[in-house]
């Protein structure tokens, strides 16, 4: 029995994020999904909070044909500590063995600390980019082909769309600056 | 639909949870449990990482008759904040109804948040007392009433007993106390 | 024109501490009063939030004929770090000349940093102690002689008593204490 | 009795800000000015302690004609996550009935809490405007129409035009950016 | 050339500590001496800065006839977190090949990550003891036997023995315990 | 006897570095060196862990003619707060007379805290630029002139140009940027 780890923000979880789990269950028997940075929510590169991504992932892995022992759903908070981030991460997972990814950054951080690592095909890379999806989402363009059915409906019964155009407007100074993001 | 929210340390996880969350679906749809205190380990009472409360329970649960659809396994950090410590809790699952325990102290913080609290029947409370339970993992002794069989052997592939052993030695100065715990 | 600071936890402010401050005021033209540990509330030692303390002291110090003009009352958060904390406080208040105080620790630390320190008498000491009125609180014991009037009735309305009793059984395990406190 | 919340970083205080907390104190009865980022000072956006800012603010009040009874006074620090930013604040401060601002992202925070929310007049925005103040301050300019007259005295006498430069810098690497800001 | 670890809090360096890093060195080439929980200071088991052990260890080690090349002295401040405080620690240091000590938790921390652990032998442990010279030192008895004659005289210029008198204190309620410690 | 503090982040050490050490011990009797920020790594300014730090710095000294016994060299953890960095640094030195550096924020810093600060010659400025040195690290260029032997030799071995490249990548997004670095 062989399982992969899968991480990702997930801001918000799109049929591509649903396609490369597929394609990953191919390789192996399980597949570890990491909602990372699960504590950040309310600010642009992250509107959601990590109990919302985990709710529209499970409800767009139950619309698919995947089955639920076949995979694990895990929040982890972010230590914004580059250096500590694996060991941190393992400790609320199962043991893993191989991460799945492209990205050179975590993938070194992964091989740094023994793990095996693989790429995953690019599917669909023009059209599946969460920065992309979260402006759609926030300019009211259409993102039926991209987010599952059920999950664009939770988007929009949470008002998602509005907490975009709230946190995209938190660095303009408004009187005073009194009132802007406090930071 | 009706949620309820189980919270525990589930260190480790025993019988006696299982036996609640069966109850707690007789009171409600679904049942969100939580793992607290998911980052902290390697204590004497808090010996298993949130990772492997998790595989525990993941366990325990599919090997009891209790359908996945009906539960949420997710584990948070803790603070180290009482004042904030629901707010906190909130951001990691999905909107509940209820908060199931006998806990005056969770009670009182989930009733100032606003949540409905109900209190649980107190199944068996002298069997399954978690820090009599770890206890008896230290010393070896038969426990096998009180886990679920793949929880047991999990507990000794990962020779929690000697973890047990090795944490309640860490007050102990030892040669003067260079070594011992660096708190 | 001189400056006085006089730091407590003030769980809950009472009638010597209203004492003390008119003490002070013979000694220095104004009084900073830091509401120490700010972010600390429902525990044993701690029941109430910084926001009620500065509350209750607003509102002893406005029934008593101190004029606003003398006291500053300020909230500090803690940092859980002695080495610090005099550098960490000094960011929060007004400059200071002496700070008042009978506890030999915090005398330590203030003239470490280099500030004068000063004895206060001890006013009905016995009777003012705070682990004692937190006590008598929880028993619903008369606390009328140590309590002002005000105080003593935003601290029912608020419930304190249950509060203290609620943080009290945190401890205490419950079922296989799932539901204790999550530390 | 009514009470309204202005929270606003005051980095540093001035007359656009005096006006609105006479503004808010025409629609509700008490006004509770929260400092946020208390503790952050030093840096280009946050050159003021939380201390520095509250005494500042303190004399801007005495030297109108607000009673020191309709307002308060409270610094709060930040805790660097927005999801919980709202239940943190609320340990620091009494309870308030309506939070005044135009920043929608706060606006959002706040109404996302159940607490109800209210514009206020933009008062001369353009001049108003803190960013600008502190870039006057630094180059030496004429700031008297913004600032109360004691405001600005004790700007001079702490040297912020000084310290505004040398913050100014410390993105600019030196040698070797040894001793370049050390983030 | 291989290198060993030896880790403590040094509350203070004593001369079983020199024995100790001398026998260390007839098993290794060079030994890694880390000062741990270097930021906790000013309470009782932690009396003394991390500057001031390195300073103390430092005196200690030159008086002594060990070489300056054959040891690295390194602070690492506590994270309060045991299942990372390895991954932690081991940032700050180069590469080590075996870990001495012989507390049965830091034990287990070590060959948990992979380290090899050695047992060191127990020096006149009945003497070595460090709470017991903190004891001695507070109470003035004779230390001279135990400490380095240059630490000796540095923990009497930095009043020491004032210092573990103050923190003693700091439990102790004292006037409604206003000042005692403000955790 | 007068003591020096020279702080940097030595991302790499160089040879700068070096002449400046060099320089600072022609005006004190002894350098206290400190390695800013320890903690951080694995980022685009900072790709080194304070140990790979610490190892380079002492292999450089040790190639140089200085006395061992002449520098101190100290990481310490950054704790991200302006206001509270000077009173953080003195906890992990010893007593030091002045401070050397030619950048204005760190020097009104140290003037703040009361610490008598020097200029430092810019020696060979545009050669000696850290961020410069990175970028040719990660290039492959030639940077035999500006750093120890032993450092490049060391820095090779740790393979640091590949670490560069990851970090630079991190925050290009990749598929649906779930695989970004995850802030």
Do not use: C
């Not at 490369?20 to 909602?35: F, G, H, M, R, S």
């Not at 975590?106 to 693989?118: I, P, R, V």
């Not at 599946?128 to 999950?151: A, M, P, T, W, Y």
């Amino acid at each position: 029995m062989r399982r992969g780890l899968f991480v990702g923000r997930f801001q918000p979880p799109h049929l591509g994020h649903k396609e490369l789990i597929e394609y990953i269950l191919t390789q192996v028997d399980e597949v570890v999904i990491v909602i990372a940075a699960a504590q950040v929510s309310h600010n642009i590169k992250n509107p959601l909070t990590g109990g919302q991504r985990l709710e529209l992932m499970r409800i767009m892995l139950s619309n698919s044909n995947i089955e639920s022992s076949k995979y694990w759903l895990i929040q982890i908070p972010d230590i914004f500590d580059n250096g500590l981030w694996v060991s941190h991460l393992k400790r609320f997972i199962p043991k893993v063995d191989v991460a799945f990814g492209n990205n050179p950054f975590t993938t070194m951080l992964f091989q740094d600390a023994g793990l095996e690592t693989k790429n995953t095909p690019l599917i669909k890379r023009d059209l599946f980019e969460s920065r992309q999806i979260r402006e759609k989402i926030r300019n009211g363009d259409n993102v039926e082909d991209l987010l599952d059915r059920d999950v664009n409906k939770l988007l929009k019964e949470w008002k998602i769309a509005e907490r975009l155009k709230a946190v995209s407007s938190s660095d303009s100074a408004k009187f005073g600056d009194a009132n802007s993001n406090f930071r």
